[in-house]
């Protein structure tokens, strides 16, 4: 009894002791944040692995959830005889939600993992330790770059995912299957406003964005320096950003819409 | 070569972003009808306004011409103040123009209509709509219908 308890303590204390570091390695890479604009070149190589190279995945995941939307709309609104406010249930539904929190999803296993794995490795291989001993500060040659590009790409891509989502609820909707083509847009300006929702995801996309980020970052900087450290920093890093995406969008919602 | 890649695709990628949001904010967003860059506002009062919310459409014959800017509760005439913001281009609006609240639909959002009348004075910015009719509220015209039967 007195050891199932003991032992409640001891991973309340570990959590809290892994959620302390993982905020003290935060500051310390804000704090070196300068480096992002006097060695602008580190970054935008970092936007590119982590935005651009997502970018086939957001594109064709945004097609097909605007495309899946469509039909589902679509068959729930005839049963009201409601079929051309279709282009408001995709487009509020993408903008708001699904944008941000799908792209995020995907952020962080495509990306987050990426980083997880090679922060970790470099320091299985002791690159960090290397750097350190040269002088270079390993914070702001390689944990700032990563973290502004992180933080960056997922407001863009999260806007390329709904404005193509739109465009995909459009081909099933008008293309296949008969929705007024301007009534799909007009619904769709009517409902959808630019500072409610648009930029509501928006806020939504850029937390997420850094939380991903920050979790992937910081799992590669405390990974075990083993092979299966390495193994388990990235399954982490997907486990905990997905549920911390979605836990926050739940507040984050609650926030912005709840009282409207 | 290689660092002139990684900027170019990081430029495209930039640009794409940047694309997206304009369209979601020209194609999927009203931004552009949001900002009536040049309006005049008048009031009007209501009894009750029934469901009506800022920035619901202000229209003549259908046709809209501005938006409601704000709403609020008059406590010295006890009835509902409505800023109504019309474009600037409208200005051909009577002295006597009525100022009802309708419904779009059966469950629609309501909006308000204006009647031109047939002063030759037009509504300035400021000005107050003499005439107006409350929203319908579908529980008094029941309770009105119901006293009618009884009256029979």
Same mark, same amino acid.
Request: proline content about 2%; cysteine-free.
């Given at each position: 009894?007195?050891?199932?308890?003991?032992?409640?303590?001891?991973?309340?204390?570990?959590?809290?002791?892994?959620?302390?570091?993982?905020?003290?390695?935060?500051?310390?890479?804000?704090?070196?944040?300068?480096?992002?604009?006097?060695?602008?070149? /580190?970054?935008?190589?970092?936007?590119?692995? *982590? =935005? +651009?190279?997502?970018?086939? !995945?957001?594109? &064709?995941?945004? #097609?097909? %959830?605007?495309?899946?939307?469509?039909?589902?709309?679509?068959?729930?609104?005839?049963?009201?005889?409601?079929?051309?406010?279709?282009?408001?249930?995709?487009?509020?539904?993408?903008?708001?939600?699904?944008?941000?929190?799908?792209?995020?999803?995907?952020?962080?296993?495509?990306?987050?993992?990426?980083?997880?794995?090679?922060?970790?490795?470099?320091?299985?291989?002791?690159?960090?330790?290397?750097?350190?001993?040269?002088?270079?500060?390993?914070?702001?040659?390689?944990?700032?770059?990563?973290?502004?590009?992180?933080?960056?790409?997922?407001? /863009?891509?999260?806007?390329?995912?709904?404005? *193509? =989502? +739109?465009?995909?609820?459009? !081909?099933?909707? &008008?293309?296949? #299957?008969? %929705?007024?083509?301007?009534?799909?847009?007009?619904?769709?300006?009517?409902?959808?406003?630019?500072?409610?929702?648009?930029?509501?995801?928006?806020?939504?996309?850029?937390?997420?964005?850094?939380?991903?980020?920050?979790?992937?970052?910081?799992?590669?900087?405390?990974?075990?320096?083993?092979?299966?450290?390495?193994?388990?920093?990235?399954?982490?890093?997907?486990?905990?950003?997905?549920?911390?995406?979605?836990?926050?969008?739940?507040?984050?919602?609650?926030?912005?819409?709840?009282?409207? | 070569?290689?660092?002139?890649?990684?900027?170019?695709?990081?430029?495209?990628?930039?640009?794409?972003?940047?694309?997206?949001?304009?369209?979601?904010?020209?194609?999927?967003?009203?931004?552009?009808?949001?900002?009536?860059?040049?309006?005049?506002?008048?009031?009007?009062?209501?009894?009750?306004?029934?469901?009506?919310?800022?920035?619901?459409?202000?229209?003549?014959?259908?046709?809209?011409?501005?938006?409601?800017?704000?709403?609020?509760?008059?406590?010295?005439?006890?009835?509902?103040?409505?800023?109504?913001?019309?474009?600037?281009?409208?200005?051909?609006?009577?002295?006597?123009?009525?100022?009802?609240?309708?419904?779009?639909?059966?469950?629609?959002?309501?909006?308000?209509?204006?009647?031109?009348?047939?002063?030759?004075?037009?509504?300035?910015?400021?000005?107050?709509?003499?005439?107006?009719?409350?929203?319908?509220?579908?529980?008094?015209?029941?309770?009105?219908?119901?006293?009618?039967?009884?009256?029979?």
């Amino acid at each position: 009894m007195i050891d199932a308890i003991a032992s409640l303590g001891r991973s309340s204390l570990n959590a809290l002791v892994v959620f302390g570091r993982a905020f003290l390695f935060l500051l310390q890479v804000l704090a070196s944040l300068d480096i992002v604009i006097r060695r602008f070149g /580190l970054t935008v190589v970092q936007i590119y692995s *982590v =935005g +651009v190279r997502s970018l086939l !995945i957001i594109i &064709v995941s945004g #097609l097909f %959830v605007g495309m899946v939307l469509g039909y589902q709309g679509y068959i729930t609104l005839v049963n009201f005889g409601a079929a051309e406010a279709l282009g408001g249930v995709v487009a509020l539904s993408l903008v708001r939600e699904l944008g941000p929190v799908v792209t995020a999803l995907l952020f962080a296993g495509r990306a987050g993992s990426a980083l997880t794995a090679e922060l970790g490795l470099m320091k299985t291989t002791e690159q960090l330790s290397a750097m350190e001993m040269m002088a270079v500060n390993p914070y702001r040659r390689i944990f700032a770059p990563r973290f502004v590009a992180g933080f960056v790409s997922m407001p /863009l891509l999260a806007a390329i995912f709904s404005a *193509v =989502g +739109v465009i995909g609820g459009y !081909i099933v909707g &008008v293309g296949m #299957l008969g %929705v007024d083509s301007g009534a799909y847009f007009s619904q769709m300006q009517s409902v959808t406003d630019w500072n409610e929702d648009v930029l509501s995801g928006v806020i939504k996309s850029i937390v997420f964005g850094f939380v991903v980020t920050w979790i992937a970052v910081f799992q590669g900087f405390n990974a075990m320096p083993t092979s299966e450290g390495i193994s388990r920093a990235t399954t982490q890093t997907v486990v905990v950003s997905s549920l911390a995406v979605l836990g926050l969008d739940f507040i984050l919602t609650g926030l912005m819409f709840g009282t409207g | 070569m290689k660092v002139r890649f990684f900027e170019l695709a990081v430029g495209v990628f930039v640009l794409l972003g940047v694309a997206a949001l304009f369209y979601l904010a020209i194609q999927v967003s009203n931004v552009t009808d949001y900002h009536d860059r040049d309006t005049y506002t008048v009031t009007a009062y209501f009894d009750n306004i029934g469901g009506l919310k800022t920035r619901a459409p202000v229209t003549v014959s259908g046709v809209r011409i501005g938006r409601v800017a704000e709403i609020r509760y008059d406590p010295e005439q006890f009835r509902a103040e409505v800023t109504l913001a019309i474009r600037a281009e409208h200005d051909y609006l009577p002295m006597d123009t009525q100022a009802a609240i309708h419904t779009a639909g059966l469950l629609g959002e309501q909006y308000i209509a204006l009647e031109p009348g047939g002063d030759y004075d037009t509504l300035q910015d400021g000005d107050e709509v003499m005439f107006t009719q409350s929203a319908l509220v579908l529980e008094n015209l029941i309770g009105r219908f119901m006293t009618n039967m009884g009256s029979d």
